[in-house]
C-alpha cells in the first residue's frame, strides 16, 4: 500500500516547509544548523505517522507491546537515524563518493541532534545513592552505572560487518558480494535467554520515507527487510511473495560514531527479569498494587486448580484472540514483554539453576568447571552486558524443540484428549491452559520428554521451519531463516571470524570445512551456497558444528557461551556467592535449591524428576517431592 493515508498530512506539511535543503555558503562542505533542525523535523513527522499507522492497524495484534521506557528509547534512536539518513540525502549530490555524514556537523550540532532526538536523555549520569541496584540494572557498577542496564546498547565482542560499513545489512542490494561471493537467500528451509537478552524491533510496520506497508512488499525499504521467496520453494509458489521481517530497533548513535547496533531491552544480568520486569513501568504492572506486600498480581478471572495464574495482558488487539475465537482468551502478562525490590533470594535461584545445573550439561560438565572456574569475586572492570553475538548464538536452542507439546496426566500418561498439539497450534494458545488442564500437564510433559538431539541432517523441526506462528499471521514463517536474517541485520561478521575470535581454526576450503563439521557433504552444500566459510551466517554455522564430547553444543558455540556467561556472574555486583551479598548460613541453604523443588512448591505435581534437565522415562529417575530438599527459609530470619 503507497501513499497511505495516514501520511497525507505529513507530506503535505513537508511540501509547505521544504526541509533539508542548502548548506552554509559561508563555509564550503559544512551544513547550516537551520537545515539540521529542518531534517531533524522531517524525521519525526515521518517516524510518528509511520508509529500512527502502525498503532491503528492490525498489524499492533501481532506483536508484544513495548514497555514505555524502550519505546521512548526506539523512537529516540529512529528519529535520530531517520533525521542523518535525510541529511546524507540530501548532501550526497555535493560529494564525489560515499561520505560519513557526521564527519560534516559540528560538535554543537551533534550535541543539538541528541537533544533534539532524545538519544540524549538515555546518557544522563545516574547518582548511585541506593545500596541496590535499580529493577533496569541500573547502578550494578557505581563507577558507570549504565553498564549492564536496561534499553543500552549490546556489546560488540567484534567490529559490526554491514554493506555500507555502518547500518545496511548484507544482503540488502541485489547481486552486492560479500568477500568475492553472492549471498545465498536467506531460505534455510526458552527461558533463561529471556532473561538476558530482547532485541525489540521497530514499532512501524511501513517504511518511514516511503509509506510501504512492509508486510505488503519485497521491496527493503527501512524499516522493512523481507525475506525473498527462492526458485523452486516446496512450500510457498508464489515467487513474488515474501517473508515478512522487521529490522531490530538502533540504538542511538555515540558521538560521531555511526555504525548501527542495537539495543538490549532487558538487563544482562541473570536476575529473573523476565519474571519481574526490567522497567519501573512494567514491574508496576505485574505488581498487586492493592496494598504493600510486593506481590505479584494474579488473574481474576480464572484459576488453575485452585492455584493462581498470570494475569492477562491488555493488549489493543491481541494474538492469543486469534488462536481461537470463540474462547476468548487474551495472553497473559510477564516479565519480558514485580521485587518488594526484587529479592535477592530469586535472583540467586535463578543464578544458581543456570549455572550449577543447566551450563554444565549445555557445555559439558568438565569443561563448564574448566572455563567458568570457580568464582574468584566481584569485578567492576568486567563488562557484563550482553554481547550482540550472544542474542544470535543463544538460539541454540530452537534445535532442541520437539515439533509437538506434550501433556500427560499425573501418571505420566498420554491419557487426555488433545495429548500431542503440534508447536505451531501451541504458540499464542493462552486458552489452551485456561480449558484445557492447565499447567501441570505441561510441565510433566516437560519433564518426561527428551529434548530433540541436534543433527546436522534434522537441525529444526518442520514445525519451526514452516509454521511458525501461522496462526496469527498471512504466512507461516521459518524460525531458521528469520534467525540468520537477524544475523545480518546486526551487522554481525561471518562464521571464521568468530572462530578467530574464539582461538578456533578458520577453514579455508572444502577439505578444511569437512574436518571442522566432520561431514563433506554439509561442508559442499555450504560453500556451494556462501562461496567461502567467511560468509557462512554465525548462526547455522555454529549449530552445525558437531557436538563436544557430553555437550548440546559444539566448539564455536561453547567458546560463545562461556564468554558471555562468566561476564554476567564476575561483572554482577550482587552475584549471590559474593561476600556480603548473603551470610554463609544463607548461601548453604540457597545450595539446596533445586528447579525440582519449585516445581513441587508451586503446582499440583507430587512426582518430579529429580535431575530436571536430564532426559527421564516415567518412573525411572522420577521421586515424590517429599523427598526433594526445601529451602531453609530460617536462616534469613531477622534479616
Known sequence: ?????????????????????????????????????????????????????????????LRSGQPRATRTVVRAADYMHVALGLLEEKLQPQRSGPFNVTDVLTEPQLLLLSQASGCALRDQAERCSNKYRTIT?????????????????????????????LSLPFGWTPGRRRNGFLLPLVSWGQFIDHDLDFSPESPARVAFTAGVDCERTCDQLPPCFPIKIPPNDPRIKNQRDCIPFFRSAPSCPQNKNRVRNQINALTSFVDASMVYGSEVSLSLRLRNRTNYLGLLAINQRFQDNGRALL??????????????????????????TGRKVVSSQETAISGIITYRDFLPLVLGEARARRTLGPYRGYCSNVDPRVANVFTLAFRFGHTMLQPFMFRLDSQYQASAPNSHVPLSSAFFASWRIVYEGGIDPILRGLMATPAKLNRQDAMLVDELRDRLFRQVRRIGLDLAALNMQRSRDHGLPGYNAWRRFCGLSQPRNLAQLSRVLKNQDLARKF???????????????????????????????????????????????????????????????LRRISLSRIICDNTGITMVSRDIFRANIYPRGFVSCSRIPRLNLSAWRGT
Open 137 to 165: 540494572g541500573r547502578c550494578n557498577n557505581k563507577r558507570r552505572p549504565l553498564l549492564g542496564a536496561s534499553n543500552q546498547a549490546l556489546a560488540r565482542w567484534l567490529p559490526a560487518e554491514y554493506e555500507d560499513g
Open 311 to 336: 494475569p492477562f495482558d491488555n493488549l489493543h488487539d491481541d494474538p492469543c484472540l486469534l488462536t481461537n475465537r470463540s474462547a476468548r482468551i487474551p495472553c497473559f502478562l510477564a516479565g519480558q
Open 1 to 61: 500500500m503507497y501513499l497511505l493515508p495516514a501520511l497525507a498530512g505529513v507530506l503535505a506539511t513537508l511540501i509547505l516547509a521544504q526541509p533539508c535543503e542548502g548548506t552554509d555558503p559561508a563555509s564550503p562542505g559544512a551544513v547550516e544548523t537551520s537545515v539540521l533542525r529542518d531534517c531533524i523535523a522531517e524525521a519525526k513527522l515521518l517516524v510518528d505517522a509511520a508509529y500512527n499507522w502502525t498503532q491503528k492497524s492490525i498489524k499492533q495484534r
Open 527 to 589: 560453500l556451494n551456497l556462501y562461496g567461502t566459510p567467511d560468509n557462512i551466517d554465525i548462526w547455522i554455522g555454529a549449530i552445525a558444528e558437531p557436538l563436544l564430547p557430553g555437550a548440546r553444543v559444539g566448539p564455536l558455540l561453547a567458546c560463545l557461551f562461556e564468554n558471555q556467561f562468566r561476564r554476567a556472574r564476575d561483572g554482577d555486583r550482587f552475584w549471590w556467592q559474593k561476600r556480603g551479598v548473603f551470610t554463609k548460613r544463607q548461601r548453604k541453604a
